[in-house]
């Protein structure tokens, strides 16, 4: 019944090595949204697409890309990690509205070796 | 100062008590608000969305919007212990596509 799947849900990687987060949604929802969760702090919004339209938020660091090849499917690339990009990856779904409720997916813990 | 204050907790209660959490926001464009719950090590799942001050009851989870005040609370009553979980308030402006503003959220243990 899940409705917003992100894989994997734990990924470990080196510091410097490129690593790829990957989100799909049943839903069939125009919005994709990805977010960052660190330890006990609020999720921030990456980024988001409207269909494939890409609207980067202003403080999100270059070293973070999407790609969203159609509806269902949604990747986050972080080209050279470090130890600050260990955190919570949350990839969200809304419907065609601005004001529509968000969905969100299980995550992607990230650790940075 | 953050646009939205939430009380990290831990915030515990017995089995059976009335849960009460709270938010408030410095912001009054905000418009639309939010009440997620979010288990250890997972995304967070939408439980309360309401527009309008007031109050909204689904089943035993009430939310409560002051805009007035700048207020949102999230009752839930007869809590049992698979309501330990951290919850998160949030809100946005109109029109500002999935921007949510969120609280740091709220720990909240249940006892047996």
């Known amino acids: 019944d899940a409705m917003v799947i992100q894989n994997p849900r734990y990924q470990v990687t080196q510091f410097g090595k490129p690593v790829t987060l990957s989100c799909s949604q049943t839903l069939n929802h125009n919005v994709m949204y990805w977010y960052q969760q660190k330890s006990s702090q609020a999720p921030k919004l990456l980024f988001h697409y409207y269909d494939k339209d890409f609207n980067n938020e202003a403080d999100t660091p270059d070293n973070f890309q999407s790609r969203r090849p159609n509806t269902s499917f949604c990747f986050l690339d972080i080209r050279s990690p470090g130890l600050g990009d260990a955190a919570m990856y949350l990839c969200?779904?809304?419907?065609?509205?601005?004001?529509?409720?968000?969905?969100f997916g299980s995550g992607t813990q990230l650790s940075v070796l | 100062q953050k646009e939205v204050e939430q009380d990290p907790g831990p915030l515990s209660v017995p089995e059976g008590a009335i849960v009460s959490l709270n938010c408030t926001y410095s912001?009054?464009?905000?418009?639309?608000f939010m009440w997620y719950r979010q288990y250890s090590r997972k995304g967070p799942e939408l439980l309360m969305y309401?527009?309008?001050?007031g109050n909204k009851e689904d089943g035993r989870f009430t939310a409560q919007v002051d805009k007035s005040s700048k207020y949102i609370s999230l009752f839930i009553r007869d809590s049992q212990p698979s309501d330990s979980a951290t919850y998160l308030c949030a809100m946005f402006i109109s029109d500002s596509w999935g921007k949510l503003q969120f609280g740091a959220g709220t720990q909240v243990v249940v006892t047996p």
């Open positions: 912001n009054s464009a905000f418009q639309y």
């Open positions: 969200a779904t809304s419907g065609d509205s601005s004001n529509e409720k968000l969905f």
């Open positions: 309401t527009y309008s001050s």
